[in-house]
């Protein structure tokens, strides 16, 4: 069945040559005519795989059942107007062989408006299918996706990250753009004077303290996201939330990735020394005005450290 595939995919790329010639030359509709009868020759061998139970085959037949290319666009082969029916059936053989591809172009059909059984849902089941199997345009639907729905539960942008990162590491340059976007590296002095006072030694006898300020150097927090951040929370294993509106009245909310495994290793270790640990203001560490003034106490140098407006507003 493979010579099949084989002998189908030279037929298209003949007939899509002869196209091409077509279209430079004004022999009209003898190569027309021509590539025509190689797209039925290749389909018919396409056919036959597929009815062999060939994955590759099985999506071939699909997508000329819809008439469509994977991504859901319209294109123009053989007599009669899409099956979706028919497509549906041999896109769902093939994924069902692991062909993630195929549930992306389901995913496509469900949301055609001019398909009758229309229906979001199935569709965004597909899509993620087809996400989670590692195909990159899926990848990127679904951080689309999420982004903006984000509105709805804010939490979607932590989902939308999370795949926007996986298609950008697959080289997708519209989701490393996307990423950027959403969740940038801060590089203003408020996000790296406080980081830097990660130099002095204060492990032993203040180690929250001191990992408070490793992570600010890790990932480029202020002093008031330092010193009040829920780090147990605030780690979702991809991408730290940075949240602090609770306890800081004019912080906004926003998303750090996690670049590298370096920064993950750190990040596990940092986790576990706060596991158990009260991160508000009746915890250990205290509110936010005796945590900035054991700050400045240790370390006279963040005293020079404001890059970052002192109006803060405890929660109770």
Known sequence: MSRCCRAARALVAEAEARDAEAGRADTGRA??????????????????????????????????CARMQVDGKRIAVGEGSANFKKAIRWLTLAGNQGLAQAWYA?????????????????????????AEMGYRDAQ???GNSAWRARRENENNDVRAVYWLQKAALQGCPLAATALHKIAPRCEGTAYTETGALAAYDLGA???????????AALFGLTRAEALLLDVTAADQGHCLVID?????????RRLVVIDSMHERHALD??????????CGPTGPEG???????RLKTLVPESEHADGEVEA????A
């Open 287 to 293: 509110n936010y005005r005796q945590r900035l003034y």
């Open 244 to 252: 602090i509106r609770g306890s800081y009245g004019r912080s906004k």
């Open 312 to 315: 803060y507003e405890m929660a």
């Open 106 to 130: 389901l995913s496509r059909i469900y949301i055609k408006p001019e398909f009758s059984q229309r229906n979001v849902l199935d569709a965004q089941r597909y899509l993620e299918r087809a």
């Open 269 to 278: 270790r940092i986790v576990r020394l706060f596991d158990g640990i009260d």
């Open 140 to 142: 990127l639907e679904c």
């Open 205 to 215: 006898a203040h180690p929250l303290l001191a990992a408070r300020l490793e992570l």
């Open 31 to 64: 190569e027309t005519g021509r590539a025509d009868t190689g797209r039925a020759e290749a389909h018919h061998f396409f056919e036959l795989a597929a009815a062999e139970h060939d994955p590759h085959a099985q999506f071939a037949v699909g997508l000329w």
